[in-house]
């Protein structure tokens, strides 16, 4: 991913629970790989990561599932909602920490993967992308890596204000 995205570092945060910033929550805010854009290189920081990606290995732990018949997208097994529990949670953490208006993850089962912004009214979620021959996944993380603050969540109004009174 360099090559596409040099100014994003992708770390694998799997084994590093962000102690600083959600050492109050009852769990442990660790997810498989932390994007950032300020050089860190290891760890977890909910308060400097910009994106988050958690992988499963199983279909079984789709938090989303394809309907055609308008039904909920939302997996109905148990696997599935401990999977949107997890997304969301970190999702929760990374917004308590900074001041977004939105924020990205990505969610890897086997060979698919989705893409899915989330803001204070939900989350918006992409079909499956098979990334070993769709282009969609990395078009996603080399337009990111190119958006404005803005573009990237940051809000740029209250990170302002903020800066006025510190």
Known sequence: MNTFTPDLSFVDSHLYPDTNNCKKFPFQVKPDVCVYSDGTSAGCNMATAEVVVEFKWSRTHDAFRERDDGTSFISQTEKGI???????SYTAAQ??????????SVLIIQDQARIIRWDSEGAVVTSPIHYNT??????FFYRYSKASPEMRG?????????????
């Open 82 to 88: 401990d999977t949107l529990g997890q997304i969301t």
């Open 95 to 104: 917004l308590t920490a900074q001041y977004c208006t939105h924020a990205f």
């Open 134 to 139: 769709e282009p969609h996944l990395v078009d």
């Open 154 to 166: 940051v809000d740029t109004v209250s990170n302002k204000t903020v800066a006025m009174f510190t």
